[in-house]
């Protein structure tokens, strides 16, 4: 056996794993620290809008319901999130710490893409509660239970822990004996597994299902839970009672906007048109942290029980100042 063939059969046999890997970034940007200053703003309002809704939820119990249970999994997973994601961007490019060992960057990754898939499917059970509601009121209680609730989003973090988990696997799996830069914001699943020098088909799969699994399929599933809530309300509502039941729908619709159209919008022009990586980076970065910012706001705000138990709270708070 020749030495090429040695070479060949070590390598085909034995996966090259390099200590670390460096985060690309923004290259060229003037004051791009003014960026993340920016993001770390993002940061501190989402762990205060989100805890504070998480707080109003525990501490009030007429929104111990089922639907309130939903809403406590999308503060929960928007925290945890942005928790994920953004420390870590910043102390990677604010602090100029582009090097990240392999370990860490699969776990970055995970947790990133985790927590969106379990942000993507808890919109998709917000959807199921209102099209119950509208569409079969009578059995809404009977169907919608806090059993059911929970075991629809146990569901969801068990299957996507799973996939997830599979997903870095196959990118553990490969060998990476060239360039070690990810030209990316974070350790970005298709940045990474294109430096790989091996056979990546399976990678390039399961990122495609993962695409599919936390934006087409629960995109394609609300569009088609509000398809059949639209046929109900113009079969069954008078004009009133249509405008009420809608009036209950647009936090999540709102909810759905901020979250879906920024990854539905920057895919397509990335495959209908050149995208410069530095405008990629940025809409991808506010992609994954401003839906979380938002959702609390929201959701206080468009919907009447949130608010009437802020109002109850405060109230409890200034009696017993004065008591």
Known sequence: MSSDEKLISLFNSTFVRPSKFYLGGFSNIPFVKYYYVFLCFVYIMTVLGNGFLLSVIYLVKTLHTPKYMIVFNLA???????????PKLLDTFLFDRRYILYEACLSYMFFVYFFVGMQAWTLVT?????????????????????????????????????????????????SFCGSLVIQSFFCDHAPVYLLACNDASYSYITGVIAFTIFTCIPLVLIIVTYAGISIALSRNFSRDKRLRALKTCTSHLLLVAVFFLPFVGSNLAALTSYIHPNARIINSS??????????????????????????????????????
């Open 286 to 323: 506010l992609s994954h942290t401003i839906p979380s910012l938002l959702n609390p706001i929201i959701y206080s705000l468009k919907t009447e029980e949130v608010m009437n138990a802020i109002k109850r709270i405060l109230i409890c708070n200034m009696d017993f100042y004065q008591y």
């Open 76 to 86: 929960l997973t928007d925290l945890c999130g942005s928790t994920a994601l953004i």
């Open 126 to 174: 917000m959807a199921y509660d209102r099209f119950i509601a509208i569409c079969f009121p009578l059995r809404y209680h009977s169907i919608v239970t806090k059993r059911s609730i929970f075991a629809m989003l146990l569901f969801s973090w068990m299957f996507l822990l799973g996939y997830f988990a599979a997903m870095v696997e196959f990118l553990n799996q490969l």
